[in-house]
């Protein structure tokens, strides 16, 4: 399974309350599975305190049986350390969205936001197409401009403006044209 988790970037860090450190050293006690999830999904949380996965795909990452991984969702449940949004009619796929007085990735004032946003995790082995997935065509790419990019037109261009240009200003774009022997 590959793990999009290793991606550095700016921001690849969360935050964590002191008592809550204390907190989830006496959970490693108690539960010592639970705790191993919490870290777990902490290290794939998004930008707001959510990550949508499998618990196919946590019993995998886990090295454990998915009813490992139920069983230690509950506890993480009860114990207030997380919400579970299902997705879909299974409720094998779900929303865990981590409790921003333990820990958050982001601002405070906008963790409400992470029922409506998350990183999600897809196992290959979830696919229906896993045998295809390494031979797939790539998607089609659209061209995008960046803050700071400019456009530099190529190829023969579109008829000239109905209004001619002010004399001395007359534009000087570059062009390739595919006929030219030279190229």
């Not at 550095?8 to 539960?31: F, I, N, Y």
């Not at 007085?101 to 982001?106: A, E, K, L, N, S």
Request: aromatic share 4%.
């Amino acid at each position: 399974m590959k793990d999009i988790s290793s991606r550095k970037s700016a921001g690849s860090w969360v935050q964590t309350e002191r008592a809550a450190h204390e907190a989830w050293s006496s959970l490693m006690g108690q539960a010592p599975q639970a705790a191993r999830l919490m870290h777990l999904l902490v290290a794939r949380v998004g930008d707001h305190n959510a990550v949508v996965i499998s618990q196919k795909a946590l019993a995998e990452l886990m090295g454990v049986t998915d009813r490992t991984v139920r069983t230690a969702v509950k506890i993480l449940q009860a114990g207030n350390w997380l919400e579970v949004r299902q997705i879909g009619d299974r409720g094998t796929v779900n929303a865990y969205v981590l409790n921003d007085r333990i820990v958050w990735t982001g601002p405070r004032d906008s963790i409400r936001h992470s029922l409506f946003s998350a990183a999600v995790v897809i196992s290959s082995a979830e696919q229906p197409d896993k045998d295809a997935l390494d031979g797939q065509p790539p998607l089609r790419r659209l061209p995008s401009l960046y803050s700071g990019e400019r456009q530099l037109p190529t190829g023969p261009g579109m008829p000239p403006p109905s209004q001619p240009s002010l004399e001395g200003m007359e534009p000087d774009l570059p062009v390739i044209s595919h006929n030219d022997p030279a190229q």
